[in-house]
């Protein structure tokens, strides 16, 4: 079965850095767009980045574009998301998700940026 783990998240100081993975199986990862999502303390379900199955990103969301990069490892079924200058507005759940078949999501991470 498709299995999705996200690891990286923690408390961190405003300007800090943390980087999220999200381990994949039970699927040809590398046949596959992944994605990232966030969920703010209000609920919303926020888009961040996607990536292609040749890791290039498509397109950030304006509010992590500059500060967030996305990337993969196929040989290790792995997507990570390297987050720079965190600010609490970056305070969420992160999510991946596997663009295959009906789509699927991980437990997800928290992170929370705070002072």
């Known amino acids: 079965q498709v299995q999705l783990v996200e690891s990286g998240g923690g408390l961190v100081q405003p300007g800090g850095s943390l980087r999220l993975s999200c381990a994949a199986s039970?699927?040809?990862?590398?046949?596959?767009?992944m994605t990232w999502y966030r969920q703010v303390p209000s609920g919303e379900r926020e888009w961040v980045v996607s990536?292609?199955?040749?890791?290039?990103?498509?397109n950030y969301a304006d509010s992590v574009k500059g500060r967030f990069t996305v990337s993969r490892d196929n040989a290790k079924k792995t997507v990570y998301l390297q987050m720079e200058r965190l600010q609490p507005e970056d305070t969420a759940v992160y999510y991946c998700?596997?663009?295959?078949?009906?789509?699927?999501w991980g437990q997800g991470t928290q992170v929370t940026v705070s002072s």
């Open positions: 998700r596997a663009e295959y078949g009906p789509g699927y």
């Open positions: 990536i292609s199955v040749a890791g290039r990103p498509i």
């Open positions: 039970g699927f040809k990862f590398s046949d596959y767009p």
